[in-house]
């Protein structure tokens, strides 16, 4: 596409430009001029393309918002005025169609009309036609992107994910302890004075409601009676031996105590800063030692505690008694749900030159792409389209070991970023 008609030229002559530069930019039959990295450097601190008595210097503007390309002609070193040369160039980034970039004519430069998004790295292609003759160049400007073969990525685990739409997931992280729940405790006492002629239970058993605990034999009538579990539960606590005698005028005489330990509650505090946030019902996931479980807010503690925190119960489901009352309770309470149209892995994110980016996969190369960032939850992380470039819907990006995609990039001096 021809951008910038110079004054002289007809119809005819920009229409084969335009074949022209298609071809080359196509990889055609017609030659080019290969630029290697380590061209001469210009006055204005661009890249030098000479060929034949024409020169271009051109600069990447990259830390300009945006970016853009400045242009300036020469002709037997010394400059030219910019109306009189027609310029073409297009833009070829990894995986991408290339991108056509106009130019209009400025005091002494040609400036690029698009704005020149990240990641700046691709192959550029130039055009240009001054006094009836072609010219053109090809260069790389690398940045970022690096080559692993299929095989070594494989070895290295290094595997990718498409990005896409996700349910982000607010949650608030709250703390508290296993206590046994209100009325677990029962306390087992004799309603006669009398003598324990049989104990069937011990300190630490496991006793089910109607199993006789003990027998005991009446100093008065001289008859023997049993008492029986009122529940389900564990003998925590055991204050009478078989031979011992019951006193019932020492009221507050326990023989036996049980406790329900099949459900125990999680009590968790929420201080005054997040209390707006938290209501009963909410959905919670635990994580009381090596367990983790799954709950809800079922209850909230009239009042607050000395630190000015409500608390909250959930009641955990503890049958096969893995658990017990005291256990240190870490819980996530889910405080909201966000539908999020472009998310990727919290664990694929790496940082170059202090910028958050991901790796664009596409065939065996590897291209940083710079990241804005939204919102968050634990496990995804929303990226929010940007002037400055984005990763597109559907892209394959490394979401496993992608530190090993950092370090290569690194090692090889082209994690330059602007």
């Given amino acids: 596409m021809i951008f ?52 271009l210097e051109v600069v990447l503007l990259e830390n300009a918002n945006p970016g853009s390309f400045r242009i300036y002609p020469s002709m037997h070193h010394e400059p030219i005025n910019p109306d009189t040369l027609t310029l073409n160039m297009q833009l070829k980034r990894l995986g991408d169609t290339p991108q056509n970039i106009p130019f209009s004519a400025k005091h002494d430069h040609l400036k690029s009309d698009k704005a020149i998004t990240q990641p700046h790295s691709f192959e550029v292609f130039i055009a240009a036609l001054y006094q009836g003759k072609s010219y053109q160049w090809q260069f790389e400007h690398f940045e970022g992107r690096t080559h692993i073969e299929s095989a070594m990525a494989e070895q290295l685990a290094i595997t990718t994910e498409q990005v896409g739409n996700q349910t982000l997931i607010e949650t608030l992280d709250v703390f508290g302890q296993l206590t046994l729940k ?28 109607g199993q006789v605990l003990m027998t005991i034999k009446s100093n008065e009538s001289l008859q023997s009676y049993q008492i029986t579990a009122p529940i389900n539960g564990l003998v925590t606590e055991q204050n009478i031996a078989q031979g011992e005698q019951t ?15 099949q459900q125990l509650v999680a009590e968790v505090a929420v201080f005054a800063k997040d209390q707006a946030k938290v209501k009963v019902g909410q959905k919670v996931n635990l994580q ?26 959930i009641f955990i489901d ?15 309470i889910e405080t909201g ?11 694929a994110i790496q940082k170059l030159q202090a910028h958050p980016v991901v790796f664009h996969k596409v065939g065996e190369y590897y291209q940083a792409v710079k990241l804005k960032l939204g919102r968050q939850d634990a496990i995804w992380a929303e990226v929010i389209d940007a002037d400055d470039g984005v990763i597109e819907l559907g892209a394959n990006y490394v979401t496993e070991n992608a530190y090993l995609i950092k370090a290569d990039i690194e090692k090889s001096g082209v994690a330059h970023a602007h």
């Fill in 4 to 55: 910038k008609q110079a004054k002289s030229a007809t119809y005819a002559v920009l229409f084969s430009f335009v074949l022209l530069a298609n071809q080359v930019l196509a990889g055609g039959d017609h030659a080019h001029h290969h630029v290697e990295e380590q061209a001469p450097t210009g006055p204005n601190g661009g890249k030098l393309l000479s060929q034949g008595e024409l020169t």
């Fill in 318 to 332: 503890n049958q096969q008694g893995l658990l017990h009352s005291g256990q240190f309770v870490k819980a996530q």
């Fill in 247 to 261: 006193h019932i005028e020492a009221s507050n005489e326990s023989l036996l105590t049980i406790v329900d330990t």
């Fill in 337 to 347: 749900r966000f539908e999020v149209q472009k998310a990727v892995k919290r664990q």
């Fill in 288 to 313: 009381i030692g090596e367990q983790r479980l799954e709950g809800k807010l079922d209850q909230r503690v009239f009042g607050l505690s000395a630190q000015q925190a409500k608390t909250y119960r």
């Fill in 182 to 209: 209100p009325n677990a405790a029962r306390h087992i006492n004799a309603p006669y004075s009398g003598l324990i002629t049989q104990l069937n239970v011990e300190l630490g058993q496991v006793v089910t409601k």
